[in-house]
Structures are given as C-alpha cells and as structure tokens.
C-alpha cells in the first residue's frame, strides 16, 4: 500500500470502505485482473468509473459474466471446538446468497458430519455422485459440483476426506478452485484442525468462527488463532461471530456468563476480529436445518432471525439481501 501514489490514496480515503478493497484488488491484481485498466488515469477518471463497478458488482443478474470475473469470494466456516453453529451459518449463508441472485457452490469439506450435505439434498438424489473426496483425489470441479437449483451448485461430503487429513499440499483447493465462475464458494468445515482445513483456509478469501459463551470455545479459539499464525494468511477476513449468544447480565456483573464473555471481547488478539452483529438462540434454526423447505424471512415467527442474518451479512460482505432464504 505504501507504492500508492499520493493522489490515489486522497481517492481511496475518501470513498466507502468496502469500494476502497475492490479498487485495492484491481491494483494489486485481486480476482479479475482488471487493474491495468486504471493504472495510467488521474484522480478524476478514478472516480468517475467508480459509480460504474460499484453498481454491476451489486447487481449479478445485470451483467453476471463481468460480475462473476471481478467478485468470486471463497468464504470458509470453521472453529475447532464442535457445535458451534458452522454448518447452521454455512447453509444460512448459502441459501441467502444464492437466494440474492449470486451463484453458489457449496462445498461441504466436514469429512465426519454431512449436515450440509442433507441440508441441501434431503431427497438423497445424489447418493451416487463425486464428492469432495474426488475432488482432492484431483478431479476437476465440473465432474464433482452437483445442480441443487440454477444459482447453487453442491460439492457432497465424504467420510474418505479423512484421508487427506495428513497431506502434503496446503493448495490442492486452492489450485481446483482457481477460474470458477461462481460468485461465492462457501465450505463447511469439520470441527478439528488438520491439513484439510489448511486446504480450506488457504483457498479461502473469508473465514467465519461461529463461537459459543464458554471456556472451551474460548481456548479452542486461541488455538485456531495460533494455527492461523501459522499459515501466514494475512489477507483472510476473519470474522469472529457470536451464535446463540446470551445478553450479559446486567444485575450481577460477576455471573460467571459475563466472565466468559469478557475473556472473548477482552482478548486484543481477538478483539479486532469480533463482529459486533451476534446470533441469538432460537428454535428457528433447528426448523431451518432439520425442516426441508423452511424459510427464514420477515415474517413473525422468523423476523428476528431474519433482522440478524440480513445485518450480519451486510457487515461482512455489503450486500443487503431482500429475499426470505
Ligand atoms: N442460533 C442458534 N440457536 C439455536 N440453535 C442453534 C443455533 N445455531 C445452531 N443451533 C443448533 O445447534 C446444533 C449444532 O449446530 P451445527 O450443526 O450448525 O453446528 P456445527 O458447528 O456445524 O457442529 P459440528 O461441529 O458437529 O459440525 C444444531 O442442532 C443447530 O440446529
Ligand atoms: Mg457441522
């Protein structure tokens, strides 16, 4: 950042956050390449094709080729400790997005739990296609991604991914994914850490810690942050995200809920990565995993879930979802 010309930083200072990436990306050759373009032109010609990107890369269906090129996010769930709400918040993500109009491909790298895999095809229809075990043995995506519907497509689990748990490479995800034409690839994760989920981490763009208010949690994060370290990944987004959150207790400050709360929001390794937008508990998300065909949308019953999941989302990717999904 810091070979920026002077004038250039003037222009990204000043406009949205998320728009500044998008140009970071360009220039410094992120998805698509499209950088040179821009590289030669003055403070006045940047603004001016500013308005230009920030609308077609929020509305797919309008020019989805060029879209497509420029956006393709690859976004990982994972924590080490189980339960925590990955494959809940993968299938939320999922279904919004794909619900929006962007195009999907699931891809359910839990090598012990297929939740996502069940979640997305309750039939069973695809009991006999590839899976991501295919994939990692080096077939390429078009021959393991299945057609769930036109904008999502579903790359099955597999209990023989354990088989790569020791592998050697870190980029065989990286390298399958590379040139896809989805919008967003969003993978489910087991809860451990081995060299499938450094495949996962190393492909991915953003990653997404669903955490509960305990101690166990807490320490499997410190240790996922450790592991993090390790992998050198300094450009992935990482969002630490409360679920089934419980408001501290403002009657008794020393309940041993608001200690536990505490250790998260006063760690400084954790403190920047912890996304201010929480997920409460609620009965609706056990519908929306174990019911097929239930929606989370603006209606009574579901309004508040739907509130969450809209702000969550608008926070980390600034897209606002408009459908039920
Ligand atoms: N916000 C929530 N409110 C109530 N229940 C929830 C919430 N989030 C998840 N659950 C429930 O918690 C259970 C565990 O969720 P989920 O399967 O998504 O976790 P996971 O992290 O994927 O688990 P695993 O580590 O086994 O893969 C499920 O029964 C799910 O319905
Ligand atoms: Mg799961």
Known sequence: MKYLPENWRYVIHRTPRVTARIIFEMIFGGPGNVGLTYAPVQRTRIIFYLPLHYRFLHSPEKDPQKHMEVFMKTIAVNT??????????????????SGAGYRCLAIDADASNNSLSFHLDYSGELEESNTIFNLFMGDPIRDCANKINDRLDLIRGDVRLNEFRSTDSLKKLKRSLQGLKYDFVIIDTSPTYDNIIGNVLTASDILLIPVLQDLFTYQ??????EKLADLELDNLDTHIIFNQFDKPQTENQDAYRNQITNLFLEDKTFKPFINPNRISRSSVFR????????????????????????????????IDIKEGF
């Open 287 to 318: 519908k929306y995993i174990n019911k097929a065909h239930y929606r989370i949308d603006g209606k009574t019953e579901t309004m508040k879930v739907y509130e969450e999941i809209k702000n969550l989302i608008k926070s980390i990717l600034d």
């Open 80 to 97: 080490i400790k189980g339960g925590t709400g990955k494959s809940t918040l993968a299938a939320v993500f999922i279904n919004a997005l």
């Open 220 to 225: 499997a994060l410190r240790y996922q942050f």
